[in-house]
């Protein structure tokens, strides 16, 4: 759970291996720590740890007559993705899928581990949910410049006439500079918000109340990780666009 204490996990990383932390650190460019480790840092790694092998157990285990059910489950969550890509971004949505579905399980995780006891959920913490927002607006430039060509890709963000230009171009500029704020910080506030409203009612009742509220938190999880890939795919919809479209 959240709150202004080290973990067990991160305890253990600080007190076995602080010198990885502070290298890591000084790679950064931040200052070094006595006990480097934050709470979100080791939850990051242990999501991505998790996924690893996950999909290394899964992968061999892949079969095309007799699918198991960790394969069903991802099978659903592609699909899905690949629906909403295509509503969103075209045809050529199904290009773009990895993505979103690597950007969806990975929030997913992150918002769901929380509930295991002894663990919060790193999307908690505003550089995890920085992060994947940077990630966000490098890719959608990247993916943008690619399906357009740099020139035609800059030349959007002057609008459609080139003397509305000088008002147009200021707009664009802060709109975009704009999503990566707009993305992290609703992500983290919701699940900071959800967190905290938990966390209340598990102290005030033993019960119902709980479980309750853990599947409140289930659904929290499932709507603002399906609400940040979604508007990946519109920005992406957006960069890849061409103006006949």
Known sequence: ???????????????????LGNFILHLLGLHTERRPWANFMVMEILVAFILIVL?????????????????????????????????????????????????????????????????????????????????VFCYYNIVGVQAQGIFKYLRHFAGPMWLLAPLILPIELISHMARPLS?????????????????????????AAPALFMGLHVFVSLLQAYIFV????????GAVAHEEH
């Open 1 to 19: 759970m959240h709150g202004h204490f080290e973990i067990w996990l991160a305890r253990v990383f600080n007190d076995h291996l602080p010198g």
């Open 55 to 135: 999909f290394a157990f899964l992968r061999p285990r892949l079969s095309m007559d007799r699918p198991g059910k960790l394969q069903q489950v991802f099978e659903i969550i592609h699909d899905f993705i690949s629906g909403e890509a295509k509503d969103s971004v075209g045809h050529g949505g199904a290009e773009y899928v990895p993505f979103f579905c690597t950007l969806f399980v990975f929030i997913l995780c992150s918002n769901l581990i929380g509930i295991i006891p002894g663990f919060e959920s790193p999307t908690m913490a505003p550089p995890v949910t920085a992060g994947c927002a940077i990630a």
């Open 183 to 207: 993305l992290s910080v609703r992500l983290y506030a919701n699940m900071y918000a959800g967190e905290q409203v938990t966390l209340v009612f598990i102290t005030l009742t033993y019960f």
């Open 230 to 237: 979604l508007l990946t795919m519109m920005y992406v919809a």
